[in-house]
């Protein structure tokens, strides 16, 4: 969330890890706060930062860049470093900037999915080759939560259910464990506005989860999906993620599937198109939680 830091302390932490670990850090730079005006004052930033996220990127890419003649502020040990960009977004800002600044383009669906479609058709519209892209690549974020059975599934559910009903209840904290009947839980109105912002969740057996990811992959053209498996009870995380991995290494192993994943790493699967296609030879680096850490290491 670019907004709550200052783009040369972004470019020095982010330029350090690459030179740390060359050609494996991506930085994904989010525009939102992602925080209330408390956190704002903790952090020591101003409340209209977000109105300057455009020209923070611009300066973001500019210390990441080799210096040049007359540079009299330089980022070290970031200049140079040329560290990939991406823009996420879940509104078509992001997805403007993205196409104007030849940047990929994350998209967080997993909590704002009805302007998807409309963003990601708008990036693709406005895309302008650049340096680092020569054309749009788009990754889709979503809830995908896995179990043995769709009533399983459903049930692990409930611990996402009931965080984002507590969001607007105003009340949050950490995750609970799942119940056996969400109605219990929520009012009419919060079964409303949550089943809105998860309607692309994705929850149930293997044959659910695979059906969804190939509908999701179809409707979208998505080059990449980034995984949420927000489930409370960490074993039955890491099954959640188990069974998405086996999904996605059936359609790799099976190329008449009508969707072909190429490989899954805690949190991320890769649809058919490889890296995004670079301007300039990168070695290449799989996403790994993208959009929920703002970078990645492979």
């Known amino acids: 969330m670019l907004p709550n830091h200052a783009p040369y302390v972004i470019a020095e932490q982010f330029g350090t890890l690459a030179r740390l670990f060359p050609g494996r850090i991506d930085l994904g730079l989010g525009r939102a706060p992602g925080a209330d005006q408390l956190t704002l004052r903790?952090?020591?930033?101003?409340?209209?930062?977000?109105?300057?996220?455009?020209?923070?990127?611009?300066?973001?890419?500019?210390?990441?860049?080799?210096?040049?003649?007359?540079?009299?502020?330089?980022?070290?040990?970031?200049?140079?470093?040329?560290?990939?960009?991406?823009?996420?977004?879940?509104?078509?800002?992001?997805?403007?900037?993205?196409?104007?600044?030849?940047?990929?383009?994350?998209?967080?669906?997993?909590?704002?999915?009805?302007?998807?479609?409309?963003?990601?058709?708008?990036?693709?519209?406005?895309?302008?080759?650049?340096?680092?892209?020569?054309?749009?690549?788009?990754?889709?974020?979503?809830?995908?939560?896995?179990?043995?059975?769709?009533?399983?599934?459903?049930?692990?559910?409930?611990?996402?259910?009931?965080?984002?009903?507590?969001?607007?209840?105003?009340?949050?904290?950490?995750?609970?464990p799942p119940i056996d009947d969400i109605e219990t839980y929520w009012s009419p109105l919060e079964k409303a506005q949550v089943t809105r912002m998860l309607a692309r969740s994705i929850v149930g057996s293997r044959d659910t989860v695979r059906a969804g990811i190939e509908a999701l992959v179809a409707e979208t053209a998505a080059d990449e999906l980034i995984v949420v498996s927000d489930v409370y009870d960490h074993a039955a995380r890491l099954r959640s993620f188990e069974l998405i991995a086996q999904v996605a290494d059936e359609g790799h192993s099976h190329d008449s599937a009508p969707t072909r994943t190429q490989g899954l790493m805690s949190g991320a699967v890769r649809v058919e198109g490889g890296d995004p296609p670079r301007s300039h030879d990168r070695p290449g680096r799989f996403q790994d939680g993208l959009l929920a850490a703002g970078g990645s290491v492979k």
Do not use: C
């Open 42 to 176: 903790a952090l020591r930033r101003a409340p209209g930062t977000a109105d300057t996220f455009p020209q923070d990127v611009l300066a973001l890419q500019a210390f990441l860049a080799p210096v040049i003649p007359g540079q009299r502020i330089q980022a070290v040990p970031a200049a140079g470093t040329e560290a990939p960009l991406w823009i996420l977004g879940s509104s078509n800002f992001g997805a403007m900037l993205a196409a104007e600044l030849g940047l990929p383009y994350a998209f967080a669906s997993h909590f704002a999915p009805e302007l998807l479609i409309p963003a990601l058709q708008l990036y693709r519209d406005r895309f302008k080759p650049s340096e680092q892209l020569e054309r749009p690549y788009a990754i889709v974020g979503v809830n995908i939560i896995a179990a043995e059975t769709d009533e399983a599934a459903k049930r692990l559910a409930t611990t996402q259910q009931m965080s984002f009903a507590n969001l607007f209840r105003g009340a949050r904290g950490l995750s609970q």
